[in-house]
């Protein structure tokens, strides 16, 4: 399957779930390549359809989060990634991102300590995983698939209260 079908038939998917302000390239940029330090490069590979449900509810908590902030635009960095990838960027061996329920993000106009706070007002904030980086916020609803919840932590891997 091409890029640009598999795009398409993701986009569907969320368009026919009433995700309205994220787009199919965002959260699953098939094809993206990770330079690795010896020379070789990681290739995003497709999220399995099995897999595509599992992004809803974080994607509908992103949604939320743009109308907390006056419908500014939220800027996906990172959603699906396959294994291989997830090792090649450094991602933790049992990622959310890698089971296709987180993304990272950002705001042009808020800090990610202010969007993991009004994070925490969330109806839901018992089933979310919030890290804070430098720069973006990690975001999951990893107790939606019956991981434990709720899980916080900043960049340098600390736990938060």
């Not at 993701?10 to 965002?26: K, N």
């Not at 020379?39 to 809803?56: D, F, I, T, V, Y």
């Amino acid at each position: 399957m091409t890029r640009d079908v598999y795009l398409s038939r993701l986009q569907a998917f969320l368009d026919a779930a009433g995700i309205l302000h994220f787009r199919a390239y965002e959260v699953c940029d098939v094809g993206r390549d990770r330079a690795l330090g010896d020379g070789r490069c990681a290739r995003l590979k497709p999220a399995p359809a099995e897999l595509w449900g599992n992004l809803l509810p974080t994607l509908r908590v992103l949604e939320w989060l743009r109308l907390q902030l006056g419908g500014t635009p939220l800027h996906v960095v990172s959603g699906y990634r396959d294994p291989a990838y997830n090792w090649a960027v450094g991602g933790r061996p049992h990622s959310m991102h890698v089971a296709f329920n987180a993304v990272d993000f950002y705001s042009p106009v808020k800090e990610p300590r202010d969007l993991a706070l009004l994070l925490e007002s969330h109806p839901r904030a018992a089933k979310l995983g919030v890290g804070r980086y430098e720069g973006y916020v990690h975001l999951d609803t990893r107790g939606v698939l019956g991981h434990h919840a709720p899980v916080r932590w900043d960049g340098a891997g600390g736990r938060l209260p």
